[in-house]
């Protein structure tokens, strides 16, 4: 796999197009997303599935995500499992760095930041098995926030899942390897924490240049209202015009070694 140039950029030979958040509540959200994905042939894509958000909204209770979702899988997409509620529960856990970014830009949401291991093993199982008995299947993992404890990559594996998504890197934990996924994105959040995620973009772009893998994602959250969300679509499409292939991250372990 090789990289070329875009826009005075480089561009990955390959890019995972994720959205995040994927719950009843953002649904509409979510189906305006895959619309414009569509639109510029953004297939397959990543949905990342919060099976239980804010211990209230079930989605197995959302015919409508519920269908979507199957159909999304049907096409290749994949489904990944995006924490259990998504939601913080108790004193933050991790290194210094893990707790110091989830008090600052995660507080309410790093919810694999604040687990203790049996509960973090009883949530990856259970947000699994809730997932399975509406017919999605996964072996990938992405925590909220991107965060998580020390002891997951190693919990991920004994309990059969493939991946583990971090920001800036996708993990194999079954053959304990790592690929460097660079990024930019829609954050979907608050003014700073919208401005210094596409600050942070800015950032990598040297990274992006030599990177066989590009990571490119979105929240639902204000997304169809957002010039930023707008934006991103576009840089998106430049990259897919310039010949990047859509992979999912499942895929992209088959073939980057």
């Known amino acids: 796999m090789s990289s070329w140039a875009v826009w005075g950029r480089a561009v990955s030979s390959a890019v995972v197009v994720s959205i995040h958040d994927v719950a009843p509540a953002y649904t509409a959200e979510v189906v305006w997303l895959l619309r414009q994905l569509d639109a510029i042939d953004a297939v397959p894509r990543s949905l990342l599935v919060i099976p239980y958000e804010r211990g209230q ?7 409508e995500l519920v269908a979507l979702l199957q159909e999304e899988q049907a096409r290749g997409s994949e489904i990944v499992l995006h924490g259990y509620t998504h939601r913080r529960a108790g004193a933050w856990r991790g290194s210094p760095l893990t707790i110091a970014r989830a008090a ?8 694999f930041a604040s687990l203790d291991w049996q509960e973090q093993r009883d949530r990856l199982l259970r947000g699994r098995q809730l997932l399975a008995e509406i017919g999605l299947q996964t072996s990938v993992f992405c925590p909220p926030g ?24 996708l993990h194999d934990v079954e053959c304990r390897r790592r690929v460097v996924t660079p990024w930019f994105g829609y954050m979907g959040a608050g003014v700073l924490n919208e401005t210094l ?17 590009l990571s490119v994602f979105f929240h639902p959250q204000g997304a169809s209202r957002s010039r930023v969300c707008a934006h991103t679509l576009q840089m998106l499409a430049q990259v897919l015009d310039r010949g990047a292939r859509p992979m999912t991250y499942a895929q992209v372990l088959d073939v980057v070694h």
Do not use: C, K, N, Y
């Not at 909204?57 to 015919?63: G, N």
């Open 104 to 111: 600052g830009f995660a507080r309410h949401v790093a919810e």
């Open 146 to 169: 991107w965060l998580h404890t020390g002891e997951l990559p190693d919990l991920l594996r004994e309990v059969g899942f493939r991946a583990l998504v971090e920001m800036l890197w």
């Open 57 to 63: 909204d079930d989605v197995r209770q959302s015919a």
């Open 197 to 213: 995620t596409q600050l942070g973009a800015i950032a990598l772009t040297p990274w992006r240049t030599s990177a066989r893998v």
